[in-house]
Every structure is written in structure tokens, then in C-alpha cells.
């Protein structure tokens, strides 16, 4: 036999309580503390870690979306700054002002209105300034004519933005200013002559400083370094004039001949560690790390932009986080040990508790089900006593005849006529035998049964069923149909209940339609892919729409008093749920109820 879930657990119980008490339990309890603690501390590793390793990747991946937003952003206002007056040197060189004064000799053309041209149209698109070279370099007009730092009187023939110019191209170049020592982007553009030949330049310097405050990011740094990986942009000016990596000599000397950077000394910036061109590494200045995105601007400013997120505010998102982590796990395992040890105290009196209450749910469940037993049975008693006036005609009506007989044969046998009362004691036997066999189905109904599930023959029990409502239905004026097969012939039931439901739905059914002219009653069996249901419909006034929803419910009826307590139906279909099926109910679309009973098929080979 197998044990009941719960005595164990009671075995266990006990069984801990032993080993409490027992004279090694102090060994056994050091034993359980340091595995315990054993265990929390794993659980706690693996947690911290978890935290770690999930903080850090999101941290990781949030800086990393906030930087590439960064550099987007500064990407596209460098580019906007730069692209905004890329278009004017040569709209200045196609004008006929600079164009008139290169072809016509100055005398006969105001040097100081072409000055005052290039101050205005300085000062309208607001750039560094805008100046005029002929076509040896010397520089013969300029926005900035008033300056005592004047270009007008310089050649810059050794620019490359001139040099390139005077091939026919629209020329760009950063450079530091020979004359004002200013860092600045230069766009030039070639005048050209009516004959095709180029005749001058036209050359307009951006600041840089501007652009440089403009793409300085909270929290984040950025370099802009020239084609020779050297910084001319940042917004930490210790890095400005360093290269990325060693310059060979051959660079050195071009930068040298360019002037680009004046005399100043190019040395590598070794502290940042920085790999040229390459977008998500790590760099570390000696104060702190940084996550490296590259944007490669060469094709457009001949820049390559570098974006440096500081790395550390992924370190304090996890020191925060794993800290947090800690203190919570610190907290909950306090909060375990004060729970497990008042566990500890209240454990003798859960177990008293538990053995009285399991005592007494056993006890109330014999009591439940002792009262359901009654119930049911009260039930049954009920519809036999229903029934009872048809059962007592049946029963008199043999009696009568077999006292008719018995005086007969008496009679017969007096004056000799032995074989005619051999006939009537035939007649008594045979009304004895029907009078036993109604007995025998009544016993059989009334006996009690405790809800065993086998197979059962439904028509069998259909039969009994019709046998104990016959002295109903002879009384009656009811035409009974049936319609059965074959393959409605084996459920899965108890037999007692089925044929009490059967008694009920048929008993019902007989008195729904007693105020009919035409009174009819149908039984149909029939089959359905997971069920084997028995239809129980009459031609009476069917249900009403108020009442249908409690059909089913104890003590409800639509008898009149005297005729019935309303515990058929709802014990039915109490016993039908027992039975795993199903009792149910309906109106016919002809008039009349339709009741129910979808029972499970046979087990095959049961």
C-alpha cells in the first residue's frame, strides 16, 4: 500500500526532531551551518557576478549608443560648419569684381573697393577672412586690409590650397596661420581668365576655434586629426599638434615645407595609446579609459574624427550595482537566518498543530462523506416513495389473483378436478415470480454503494430503470419510444448511481407531461467521438428561461409542495460528476425538456 503523502511529511518531521535532540546533534547542526554557509556563499558569488556581467554589458551598450549618437551628431555639425561656405571662394572667383580687377591693370580698378568688397562679404558669411592672390602668390587684396597683421603684401605660393588652385581645382587644406598664428581651413578656388588661364586665387579661411567649441560634448572628448594623423582639433588643447602615432621623417620634412603647423615641434601622443582608424577600441590617457569611436571624414574635410567616451561611467554603473547587490544579498541572508531561526522555534508547535488538524479534516471528511452517502441514499427513498403508489397497485394486483386462484384450486381439488388446479397453482407460481422480481429490482435500487467505477451495461441498466418506473408509467398515459445501438452499450460507471439518475430523468419526464393531451417520452442512446450519452426529452411545457439557470441546484423546484424536495436533479448531477461525466440540460426546439447524461465509453478489454 502506498503512504499518504502527508504521513510522510509527518515521518520527516519527526525524523528531524530526532535528529535535533539526539546526543550528536550538535556535530550534525556545526555540519548543516557550514554547508548552509557554504552554499550562501556560492549563491552569493554567482549572483554578484551575474550582476557584474549583465550591468556591465548594458552599461557598456548604453555608452556605446550614446557615443555613436555623439559622433553622428558632431559628424554632422562639423561637416554642416565646413559644407556652409564651401561654395564661396568659388562664387567670389566667377565674380566680375574679382575677375574685372585681375584682368584690368589696378591702376585703372580701386584696389580699396575690392578690399572693402571682401571685408563686406567677410563679414556677411562671417568666416576668418577672405584674401585675393595673383598668380605668383602674392596676396594683393583682403578682407582683413585694415589689420596691422594685413595678408595684402604675403605670398603663400607654398600652400598647397594655392599650389592646387593654381592647377584649375577647388582646393581644401587646414593649416596654422603664417601670419596670425591662427588655426584655420582654407578653401581656394582658381580665377580663371577669358583666355582659360588662371589668373589668381580666391582663398576664404574658416576658424577653427568656433567648430571646436561647437562639437565639445558633455562627458565625452573628441580629436579631428589631418591626413598625417596629427590632432589640430580638440577639446583638450595638451593634445593639439601631437601625432597619433610617430611621423616618419619623410612627413616631418613635407609638414616643414607646407608650414602647415609653423615651427612647431609635432611630437606623438604615446600617453593615449591610440590605434589610427580603428572604430571601438580602448584608449587610457594615464587618468582615465576611454571607448574609441572612428568616423572617417577624409572623402568630405580630409578629417578623420575620433570620439572618446569616458569609460568610467560603465565602471561606476557597476561599482553602484554590484554594491547595491551586495548590500541586498547581505540583507537577505540576515532576513533567512532571523525567519530560519523563529522556524526553529515554532517548529514543535506547526507540528502539533498540523497532527490535530490533519485529524480533525479527516475526521470532518468521514462526516461529509457519511452525509453525502444519506443524502443520496434519502434520495433514492424519495423516488421510490414517489413511486410507491404504482408499485403497490402492482404488488395487490398479483396478491388479488393469487388469492382468486388459491380459493379455485381449493375447489377444484374437492370435487377432483385435479388438473385444472394444477393450472391455477401454475398461475400463482408464475405472479409469485413477478412479484419477486419487482422486489428484487426495489432492493437492488435502494442498496447504497460507494461510488466504485467499473463497466456497466447502460442497456441493462436502462431496463432496471424502466422496470421500477413501469408501475408509474402502466398508470399513465404515456407512449414510451427508445432508440438504442449497439455502440451505446458499455460506460465507465457505477451501476446503483447510473440506474438512480436513469429513475430520476425517466420519473421526471413521466410527470412533466402528465397534463398533456398526447403524452410522450423518448430515450435515445447514441454516440459521440469521446462519449456515450442517454437523451431523456418529453412533449411537456419544457423550462422556463427564469428557472433553467438552476435546474440543478439543491431544493429547487417546480412541483408543487407535497411533490418533491428539488434533490433529484441536483444529486444527479452531482453523481453524474462523480462518474466523470456529465448531466445537462435543454429545451426542445418541439417543445418539452431534453435532459442529458454523457457518460465515458468502456475501457477496452475492462
Request: glycine content about 6%.
Amino acid at each position: 500500500m502506498l503512504t499518504p503523502i502527508h504521513t510522510l511529511y509527518q515521518r520527516s518531521e519527526v525524523s528531524l526532531l530526532r535528529l535535533l535532540f539526539s546526543p550528536t546533534r550538535l556535530t550534525h547542526y556545526r555540519l548543516g551551518k557550514a554547508l548552509v554557509a557554504g552554499l550562501l556563499g556560492l549563491f552569493s558569488i554567482i549572483t554578484l557576478l551575474t550582476v557584474y556581467h549583465t550591468v556591465r554589458k548594458n552599461a557598456a551598450e548604453s555608452l556605446e549608443r550614446d557615443a555613436y549618437n555623439a559622433l553622428t551628431q558632431l559628424h554632422s555639425q562639423l561637416l554642416g560648419a565646413l559644407e556652409s561656405h564651401a561654395y564661396l571662394p568659388a562664387l567670389l572667383a566667377s565674380g566680375h569684381e574679382v575677375h574685372d580687377f585681375l584682368e584690368r591693370a589696378p591702376a585703372t580698378q580701386s584696389v580699396e573697393a575690392l578690399n572693402r568688397y571682401l571685408e563686406q562679404a567677410n563679414r556677411i558669411a562671417e568666416t576668418a577672412d577672405i584674401y585675393l592672390m595673383q598668380a605668383d602668390g602674392l596676396t594683393i587684396a583682403a578682407s582683413n586690409w585694415r589689420s596691422p597683421a594685413t595678408f595684402i603684401g604675403r605670398n603663400f605660393a607654398f600652400r598647397p590650397y594655392f599650389q592646387e588652385a593654381m592647377q584649375g581645382k577647388i582646393s581644401r587644406y587646414y593649416a596654422l596661420g603664417t601670419t596670425s598664428g591662427e588655426r584655420g581651413y582654407y578653401f581656394s578656388a582658381p580665377v580663371k581668365a577669358t583666355d582659360g588661364t588662371v589668373s589668381g586665387v580666391v582663398v576664404v579661411k574658416i576658424a577653427v576655434d568656433p567648430l571646436e567649441n561647437l562639437a565639445k560634448q558633455r562627458g565625452m572628448s573628441f580629436i579631428v586629426t589631418d591626413p598625417d594623423d596629427v590632432v589640430f582639433m580638440s577639446d583638450r588643447s595638451a593634445w593639439h599638434y601631437r601625432a597619433v602615432q610617430p611621423l616618419t621623417s619623410a612627413k616631418l620634412t613635407a609638414l616643414r615645407e607646407s608650414r602647415r603647423y609653423g615651427d612647431r615641434q609635432i611630437t606623438p601622443l604615446t600617453e593615449l595609446n591610440l590605434q589610427p582608424g580603428k572604430n571601438g577600441q580602448h584608449a587610457n590617457d594615464l587618468t582615465r579609459n576611454y571607448l574609441v569611436l572612428y568616423q572617417d571624414m577624409r572623402e568630405t574635410a580630409g578629417w578623420q574624427l575620433y570620439l572618446l567616451a569616458d569609460w568610467g561611467r560603465v565602471t561606476r554603473t557597476v561599482s553602484v550595482a554590484v554594491i547595491l547587490a551586495g548590500v541586498m544579498l547581505l540583507l537577505s541572508i540576515l532576513l533567512i537566518y532571523l525567519l530560519w531561526k523563529n522556524q526553529r522555534q515554532r517548529r514543535d508547535y506547526e507540528q502539533r498543530t498540523r497532527e490535530e488538524l490533519a485529524a480533525k479534516v479527516e475526521e470532518r471528511t468521514r462526516e461529509l462523506r457519511h452525509t453525502q452517502e444519506e443524502l443520496v441514499q434519502a434520495a433514492k427513498m424519495a423516488a421510490l416513495g414517489q413511486l410507491s403508489a404504482g408499485i403497490n397497485h402492482e404488488l395487490n394486483n398479483p396478491l388479488t389473483a393469487i388469492r382468486a386462484y388459491a380459493d379455485n384450486a381449493v375447489q377444484f381439488l374437492d370435487i377432483g378436478k385435479h388438473a385444472i388446479a394444477r393450472e391455477n397453482l401454475c398461475e400463482i407460481v408464475g405472479l409469485t415470480e413477478r412479484m419477486a422480481t419487482i422486489t428484487r429490482q426495489l432492493k437492488t435500487f435502494s442498496r447504497k454503494s460507494s461510488g466504485q467505477m467499473e463497466t456497466c451495461d447502460l442497456h441493462r441498466a436502462l431496463d432496471s430503470a424502466l422496470s421500477i418506473v413501469q408501475p408509474k408509467l402502466s398508470q399513465s398515459r404515456v407512449r414510451l419510444t427508445q432508440q438504442r445501438t449497439d455502440d451505446t452499450r458499455y460506460v465507465q460507471a457505477d451501476l446503483v448511481w447510473l440506474e438512480q439518475i436513469l429513475v430520476n430523468l425517466i420519473s421526471n419526464a413521466v410527470e412533466a407531461v402528465q397534463e398533456q393531451l398526447d403524452q410522450q417520452v423518448w430515450i435515445t442512446l447514441q454516440t459521440t467521438d469521446t462519449h456515450i450519452s442517454v437523451s431523456v426529452r418529453d412533449n411537456g411545457m419544457g423550462i422556463s428561461e427564469a428557472a433553467m439557470p438552476h435546474v440543478f441546484e439543491a431544493f429547487f423546484t417546480t412541483k408543487t409542495i407535497g411533490k418533491g424536495l428539488g434533490l433529484g436533479l441536483s444529486i444527479s448531477y452531482r453523481l453524474a460528476k462523480d462518474m466523470h461525466g456529465h448531466l445537462s440540460v435543454c429545451n426542445s426546439p418541439e417543445g418539452g425538456a431534453i435532459f442529458t447524461l454523457s457518460l465515458q465509453p468502456a475501457i477496452a478489454g475492462a
